[in-house]
């Protein structure tokens, strides 16, 4: 069954240091893409980064990228430099390519970065 | 400007009364989706729709329907066997054949029942 596990509730990072949130993933399909989302206290959602299963490189953009090891099942969003504007929820997501293009998404991590 | 709209932002219910929200979107995306987001936790799929008059179940779709009639529109009711309705819901689209097809969320409508 298709399945999104973020096992850390919730993480703090120094500014302008590096963090690393945790996104594990369960799906039979061979075809499936993988996202990060970051939910500010405002509620809205943005869209980070995105990393398809036949995707041979590591996605990155900006001070984002994605470390995806596809035989641990896992895609860890890395933020370099964090700043206070980071500070928010932070969602990973699996989109399944066949029967229907069902999304679901993780439980989340909330980032606190600390001045 | 393209986007997507929910409303309302803000909603009211007595307990056993119906409610409906809407989604509109001006992208021109095929697929929809409904989820619900309660506090402090993810979000939670109800359902979704690639097509027009075609929308599947999804991991919580007890208590609510939805209805697909035309691409730009994905109405979501509330009904009153829905338990616990009081949550954040969140619409989302995007276009199905994008390399990346991220999702494009609405505001959110907030619902507190009564």
């Known amino acids: 069954a298709q399945k999104i596990t973020q096992t850390q509730p919730g993480m703090f990072v120094q500014e302008k240091e590096a963090v690393t949130l945790d996104c594990t993933y369960d799906?039979?399909?061979?075809?499936?893409?993988l996202f990060w989302y970051k939910q500010p206290s405002s509620g809205e959602m943005i869209f980070l980064i995105y990393?398809?299963?036949?995707?041979?490189q590591n996605a990155t953009e900006g001070r984002y990228s994605l470390n995806f090891q596809k035989a641990r099942k896992s895609a860890n969003l890395v933020i370099s430099a964090s700043q206070l504007g980071d500070s928010a929820m932070y969602f990973c997501?699996?989109?399944?390519?066949?029967?229907?293009?069902?999304?679901?998404f993780g439980a989340g991590t909330r980032l606190f970065v600390k001045a | 400007d393209g986007g997507i709209t929910q409303s309302p932002k803000y909603l009211f219910r007595k307990e056993g009364q119906n409610v409906t929200l809407s989604c509109e979107q001006n992208?021109?995306?095929?697929?929809m989706y409904w989820y619900r987001q309660d506090p402090g936790q993810g979000l939670r799929l109800i359902y979704y729709?690639?097509?027009?008059?075609?929308?599947q179940k999804g991991d919580i779709a007890e208590g609510y329907s939805v209805s697909r009639e035309k691409k730009e529109s994905f109405p979501l009711t509330v009904t009153s066997a829905q338990k616990n309705p009081t949550a954040f819901y969140l619409c989302?689209?995007?276009?199905?054949?994008?390399?990346?097809?991220?999702?494009?969320f609405g505001e959110g409508s907030r619902l507190t029942v009564l």
């Open positions: 799906t039979s399909d061979q075809s499936y893409g």
């Open positions: 990393q398809g299963s036949y995707d041979e």
């Open positions: 992208l021109n995306h095929d697929a």
């Open positions: 729709s690639q097509i027009v008059n075609d929308f």
């Open positions: 997501a699996m989109r399944e390519d066949t029967g229907g293009f069902k999304t679901i």
């Open positions: 989302a689209s995007r276009h199905i054949g994008q390399n990346t097809g991220e999702l494009f």
